[in-house]
Structure formats: C-alpha cells, structure tokens
C-alpha cells in the first residue's frame, strides 16, 4: 500500500514516506500531502472506505450497554512506582490483571492455566512487543548467526518488519515456514491460530527440527467470538491480546503465557529495557474490563444481559452471513470456508467467524485489492502476507456502518477487471 | 550489582540471573533464591535501604493533597481505537496531552514552544523507547556500519544496555564520550542534563564532528524542582518523560520534541513497529496530571496552595541540606557541587537539586558501593555509569522515611574500610 497513489478524503495521497504501520491490526498507513490521515471512515459516497486495518470499534456498542459496571477510576496518588509487584519475576504485572487474565481463560477454556511456577504471566505493550521480546528470549546465547524467524504463508504481514527493523544480529526473518529447508540451524516458528488474515486453525509446519524449532502461538483470535474453542490449549509460549479478546486496542495491553523460567527472565528482560513494564492505569483498566467480560458469562447482573462472547458472536455470524450472501452472487468472488466444530464454551456447533475475510478473485491472475481500490474499498493485499496478490484481506470489525457501507459497494461490483 | 551477593529481607540473594533493569530509575534487580525481589523498603534495621532505583515515590504526598482534581475516570466504551489523532503525523498521540505538554512548558519556560510544522511531538512508552525510537531514526539508512552512540563519562547507565540489547547492524554503544577519536565517522552523541547520575549541566563533548555528529538531548530532570531554569532549549531532538516530571514512572509515559520531520516520522515507525503506540489510558492521565501541575503554578485553587514546582523544590532543597550536613562531618567522603543560578521559572537564584546525590569516596581507592552495602544502605557503583568505584548514585526521590532512614546510616558510619 506504501508508496501508492489513492484518492483518500477528496485528496490524492502520493508517494507515501510513512511506511505502513505493523501491527495486528494495523491502522492505514497513508499519508497525504499535508501530514494527514483518513482513518476515522467518511462514509461519503466520494470517499474510499478504510478495512484495511483491524481497528475493533465493532465492540465499542456492546461497552455502552454495560455503562458504569465498566467504568473505570484512579486517584492522581496511586500507582506512581515502577513496581506493580515486587514479589513477582514479571515485577511490573498488576496482581489484579494476571487474576483477571486466568479467571478468563478459565471460564472459556482457551488455555489450560497451570500454577504459578509452572506458568508466567507476562504483560506487554500489545502482544506486537511481546512478539519481539519472544524474539529476544528464543534467540541463541551464544555468538552464532541470526536465527530464522519463520511463519506458513498466508503469514501475518508484519512479521518480517518486527525481525528486521533494526537489522539484530540475534534473529531475522526467514520467510514463508513452508520453503524454510535448512532444519539444521536453529529457528522460530510463528504460529498464528487462528489465522490472520485467513482465519485457519494451525499448527506448526515444519517438522524435522527436533529440538532445534522453538514454536511462538500467537493466539490473538483464540477466542468465542471468534472461532469454536475445540481445545485448552497448553504449548510453551502463548501470546494474547486486549485489543482481540475486549475490543481495547488503544489499551495496548498483551500478556505472554510462558513455560520455561529462563525464557520468562529474558522476555522481562527485554520489557524492562525496552519500556521498562508496562503503564498501570492500562493493565487495571484491562483488568477491569476482563473481570466485566467474566462477570458477563457469569449471568451476574441479569440473566437477559447478553455475555459479551454471545454478542461479539452474533454479530460476527451476521456479518458473515451477509458477506457470503453478497460474494455468492458474484462469480469472480470467493471466500475461505471453516468448517463446523464443537465450541466448548458455546456447548453447540458452530463455524468460525474470523476478524477478517480473506478473499480471494477466482481469475488467479487478477489484483484484488486494487479493484476493491477502484470500487472505494481499502483493504490490505495478499501481497503483504507472502501470497498472490488475487487474494486480499478485510476488516469485519468495524463500525456497523462501515460494514453495511461495504457490502453495498462490494455487491455493485460487476466485472472483475484491472 | 547483578551477580553479586547480597544480603535482602534476610534473605541472601545468590547469583542473580535476572540482569538489571535499564531505565532511568531502574527499579532493584536482585531476585532472591525463591524468584521474589525486594523494591517496597522495609525500614526494620536488619534490612537494607534500596536506594539504587530511583523510584519517585517523593511526590506521593503531594498528589494526595491535591485530592480529587486530579482524580481520572474512563468510561468502557471509550478510546477503543488504535487512533488517537488521525491527523497528526504521531497518530497515537492524543490531542490533550500534546495540549498540556506545550501549556507546561511554556509556563516552565524550560523549551523553546513551536508551531506545530516546525516543531512535531512524539509520546513514548518512557522516555526509554523513545530513546531507541531516536538511535532507529538517527542511524545512516545505507548499508553502512552500525553508528556509535557515545555519551560523556559518567553517563546514564542503561544507555549501553539499549544501544546492545538486540546486537543492531544500525547502532552501538561507542563508550565514553571524552574517549571517542573516530570523528569521521558519523555518531550519536547522548547529552544528559542534568545528568543523570551527576546532575551538572552538559553540553555535547565530541567536537570537531560537524554534520556526522547528531545529538540527543535526554531532559528528563530539566524540571524546576531539580535545577534552576536557566534557558529555553531548543535543540533538535529533545526527551523528557513524565515519570520524573510528576513522579508517575508507573504511567510509561514519555515524549520527544524534534524538529526534522523525517526524523520525526522515522521515530513513529519505530513506535508502530515496536508497541503500535502508547495506551491512551495512561496518556490521557498524564494529560490531566500535567495539567493539574500547570493549574497549581496559576493559582487557580486558591492562593495558599503550593504549587507543584514549589513542592518538590522544597523537599529537595530540604533533603540536599540534611545531606550535606552528614557528609560533611564525614572526612571520607564528599557530594558533587552546583553553582548558584539564576532560575527564570522562580524568579530567584538557587543550586540545583538533583534527583540523585553523585557521592564519593575521597580515598580514590575504595569501592563506596560496596562500604555502603556493608551498611545497609543499596546504592549503584559508579562502574555502572562508565567511571571509579570509588563514586556512587543515591536515590534523593524515596520516600520521607526511607530518606531519613538513609541518614541515620550514613551519619553512623565512621571509618571507611573495603
């Protein structure tokens, strides 16, 4: 998208010198020619609509229903030290966040939570520094190469910006997981499950590495809205985020769970030294807002009162079906399918609905995002995620008029043609 | 510190695996056997006083005064986005707090307030990120070798630790400032003033650089409270974080004033990259705390109540003179010296009164680190800041206790013996 012309907000962006944000869920990246950004969506007809980032203000309706329960207050006296809790290896971690953290997990049975030193709770700026940390932690001691850090196209397209940004001698991208054939040396690999941006249920591709291959789950999207929860999952180093499981991205707000102590050490590590923790008045806002969520699946205000998974549920399963409905009528459109599993936490079948649609133009050879482009669609391009650019990826967390904006523009979509 | 032994909380710290935290008032690093760390000072006279990190718990006191004016509330549904302010080049600042940081330092007087395109404000997770955010921003963008970031004995212990962290092929620590012959080269000079641990005003060292050399001003203690307001620096790249403006370190909130725009864009790539932004949580607390502070130097309260500057001045001032009185009954050992200066924001002449004593042993030979730890009193070796041993920085923003606890040791020691 960097270094595009795109007509945004009435004005012609050129040459972009602001390279694209890497993030989970990026914002855009454009800049025009006097400094400004079109990010908040202008749903004018003249205007391009923004998906190509993940900017989760779907949620932002279900917040105002809760009203005061969510709320949140601190005095100007409280939390002015560095420390959150001493006695923990993660001294920076407010105690009431890593309660929080493990409530949730226990109640929707995403992740098998263990006792304390079998199991640290890491807190970031977002999991995108938790990534890096992990990076850090998994990297080799001692004075030989970079190790490789690779993830299974469709990957997520920020990962090689994250490995690479400041050239480090201790690890670097190794590209797409499925053509990483040098076993021998020492790797990372990302997993994403469920994907982004295809949404897939994964597990590490390359075998052979014995002991060799150290495995990062970035497990985002591993939540009910989401995806079925088929499993408690329980590897070696698991990332989440707030952003993904409340809505709360402008909290940047990740935890880490981490098996090993000595990984755990040098992730805090890298934290300490490259933000020294992470701001208090986010983590007990994050705390709040997950109790709020644990409250919700609790049936403790009322029992009408909707749990916020059901409702992030619903209204992603909406959502999809709308799409689908809309893709179905054009013959150059399709989507990726999920199948129908059971979801512990619902108790039924269901299919995924993911975060993003990945789409894709059945004509292989055609560029998606800038036909979607020319129809005042902005959405990221297969391209960044180490595939064919007649795949493209799009936002179906956005604002509910964003949404209907989008389907009405992409059902008059008549002929696929550059 | 790290590795040595160390009695704590009765507790004999062994061979500490977790290296020091690296920050601009590094909390404690020693982990005890059992994984636990002692930073909350217990003032029982069997256990030693941490005053290594220079956690700002001084200003507690005041902040409860001021009550609920600067108490913070947030509602649920609000600051979901990843966007702060679409249309300012630093997207994840929000308006408010660029707001107050201008309104401070014009009343300050302490930075030179521009218009907005000659002048761009980036916010931090600390001012540490944006210290990395300026080493990423200021290196050469060709394939050249990593650029040397030097700073002027005694210098900022964590500079090393940041510029080596992850073995960059863009920047690394160059040394000792005073040392650095290879002018060449193009470096990065970092120019701490006060600085940090000695609390002298500086300027750059390496002359004779000319355009290859690129200076980072880190200002975190260019506060009234610390020193007299001389000037109204205008350089072109300028820190300064809240942590030791208002004493809120727990809020990671800091911010750089730079005057290139490619500088300034280079450092928000960075800060996307590295934590997609900075939590608006802790940025909009922040935004009122400053602006509290510049409400309590208007008299907007009423006439009687202290302002902030005045506060923090007077319980420095106060402090250093206690000090000075131990010292000098002491024939071994001896404080930095500051000059009288006339202070434009006090309207008066004043020494400065640094958030760190830079204390010495006047037998050039001993390890002042080391005697104080025999009694019980923890303080950071001068090693650790590129010089002698025989120096030692001390915590002057503990609390009231902890600072009168302090003294009470110091004054009790008589002979100074390794």
Not at 320 to 344: A, G, I
Request: aromatic content about 10%.
């Amino acid at each position: 998208m960097c270094g595009t012309d795109t007509a945004t907000g009435g004005r012609v962006i050129k040459n972009s010198t602001v390279p694209p944000p890497c993030n989970h869920n990026p914002p855009v990246s454009e800049s025009t020619e006097n400094g400004t950004r079109s990010v908040v969506n202008n749903l004018s007809s003249e205007i391009p609509l923004n998906l190509d980032h993940g900017d989760p203000r779907m949620f932002e309706s279900y917040w105002k229903k809760v009203g005061d329960r969510c709320k949140f207050t601190i005095e100007g006296h409280e939390s002015l030290s560095y420390f959150a809790n001493p006695k923990n290896l993660c001294w920076f971690l407010e105690p009431k966040l890593e309660e929080e953290i493990k409530k949730l997990h226990k109640m929707v049975g995403n992740v098998k939570v263990e006792e304390e030193e079998d199991q640290f709770i890491i807190v970031g700026n977002g999991s995108s520094q938790l990534i890096q940390a992990a990076f850090y932690a998994l990297s080799p001691l001692d004075d030989s190469n970079p190790i490789n850090v690779v993830s299974a196209a469709p990957y997520y397209s920020c990962y090689p910006e994250m490995a690479d940004l400041l050239k480090s001698g201790l690890y670097k991208w190794g590209g797409d997981a499925h053509s990483f054939n040098d076993k021998e040396e020492p790797f990372i690999e990302m997993v994403t499950s469920p994907n982004n941006p295809s949404g897939v249920i994964r597990e590490p591709v390359v075998n052979g590495g014995g002991a060799k291959g150290k495995v990062i789950y970035d497990l985002a999207y591993y939540w009910p809205q989401y995806t079925p929860i088929t499993a408690k999952l329980d590897h070696d180093l698991m990332l989440f985020t707030v952003s993904k499981c409340t809505g709360h991205a402008g909290s940047r707000i990740g935890w880490a769970i981490v098996k090993d102590k000595e990984v755990a050490k040098r992730m805090i590590k890298f934290m300490e030294i490259s933000t020294i923790g992470v701001a208090k008045e986010s983590q007990l806002r994050a705390a709040k807002l997950l109790g709020v969520i644990s409250d919700s699946c609790s049936n403790v205000w009322s029992p009408n009162f909707e749990s916020f998974f059901e409702y992030g549920h619903l209204v992603l399963k909406e959502r999809w079906e709308k799409l689908r409905e809309v893709v179905k009528k054009n013959p150059l459109l399709s989507l990726q399918k999920y199948p129908l599993q059971y979801c512990h936490f619902f108790g039924d079948f269901s299919e995924s609905h993911p975060a993003f649609a990945w789409m894709n133009c059945k004509n292989g050879s055609k560029d998606l995002e800038k036909i979607l482009r020319g129809n005042k669609i902005l959405v990221r391009s297969g391209r960044r995620f180490g595939t064919d650019p007649n795949y493209v990826r799009i936002s179906m967390v956005c604002k509910e008029e964003e949404f209907n904006l989008f389907l009405q523009r992409l059902s008059t979509i008549k002929e696929i043609s550059d």
